[in-house]
């Protein structure tokens, strides 16, 4: 057995060393810093058309139901998935709601076919990854009102007043066309 001279040994040693140090410290490829996320929009002090068609017909709905809505100028965000969350977007209270509940948000999506698109999106969302960032008993209706879409939630479990809120929750379902949250 040939034993290597002590030179070559120890510049093996330093490659190893180096390729490690290397490694570990820069040397490597390198990737960009990700872009940066867009800021989520804030909700509209002026509803586009459909924003408004929407309100106004929920508005009546709840209005049936001895209910009013409100607009509101609180900070309020539901989980959504991505394709809403730089949709416009205008968000309104049930008049005398629980503190945490009695939200309606309404989007605009441009058009029938996003908004459709977007619902069944919004549907399926809840039914999977998004219903963990409500509690287990809430109820969701998406309603799909030309390229408006309606978002409500409720839970009785949260709910002071629960009367209110599930009179709310049934006239809100029944506006424009409802996109059923499975699950």
């Excluded at 490659?15 to 410290?25: H, R, V």
């Excluded at 209706?141 to 009367?163: C, E, H, K, M, P």
Aim: charged residues 15%.
């Amino acid at each position: 057995m040939k034993r290597r001279p002590l030179a070559l040994r120890a510049a093996g040693g330093l490659l190893a060393a180096a390729t490690l140090l290397a490694g570990c410290f820069g040397g490597g490829p390198t990737r960009p810093p990700p872009a940066p996320t867009p800021a989520l929009p804030t909700p509209l002090t002026v509803p586009t058309t459909a924003i408004e068609t929407a309100r106004s017909a929920v508005a009546v709905r709840l209005g049936e139901a001895g209910l009013q809505l409100e607009a509101t100028n609180r900070r309020y965000r539901p989980s959504e998935p991505a394709v809403l969350q730089q949709a416009p977007h205008a968000l309104y209270r049930i008049a005398g709601a629980d503190r945490n509940q009695g939200w309606v948000v309404v989007y605009d999506l441009g058009s029938t076919d996003a908004a459709v698109a977007a619902a069944e999106q919004y549907a399926q969302y809840l039914a999977t990854f998004g219903r963990a960032n409500y509690p287990a008993d809430a109820q969701f209706t998406i309603n799909q009102l030309g390229s408006a879409l309606v978002f409500n939630w409720w839970s009785r479990s949260r709910a002071s007043d629960a009367a209110p809120l599930e009179a709310a929750f049934g006239a809100i379902s029944e506006v424009g066309q409802r996109f059923q949250v499975r699950g």
